[in-house]
């Protein structure tokens, strides 16, 4: 099983930017597909964007398109999710995964490997 370690998270008002990093044991590299999630109170987890093997991006959520960013850098086995002009409804729990595939997937199921979460609040 691997582990990951997120940092990153914290406080920021509306219109503000963070980055959130993800370093893992090994499997955060360009052989799997790497994705974050997030989970606002009392809603499921939901696919944000994905990374797969190809460096192709998938983005699950339309808002994310032009103000999210993931990045990986598998020498440091390290992903990022750079979140700019942050509103109150991007509030939540983020999630790093990895899934032991080339391809990406919406589905949480499809998923392999978990980072703990850390959380992210909008709010002025």
């Known amino acids: 099983q691997a582990q990951f370690v997120e940092s990153g998270g914290g406080l920021v008002r509306p219109g503000g930017s963070l980055r959130l990093s993800c370093a893992g044991s090994?499997?955060?590299?360009?052989?799997?597909?790497t994705a974050w999630f997030r989970q606002a109170p009392g809603k499921e987890r939901e696919g944000v964007l994905c990374i797969n093997s190809r460096d192709v991006k998938w983005y699950y959520l339309d808002s994310a398109r032009i103000r999210f960013t993931i990045s990986r850098d598998s020498a440091k086995n390290t992903m990022y999710l750079d979140l700019n002009s942050l509103i109150p409804e991007d509030t939540g729990v983020y999630y790093c995964?990895?899934?032991?595939?080339?391809?990406?997937?919406?589905?949480?199921?499809?998923?392999?490997?978990w980072g703990q979460g850390i959380q992210v609040t909008v709010s002025s």
């Open positions: 995964a990895v899934r032991r595939a080339e391809y990406c997937s919406r589905e949480v199921s499809d998923f392999d490997d």
């Open positions: 090994g499997f955060i590299s360009d052989e799997y597909a």
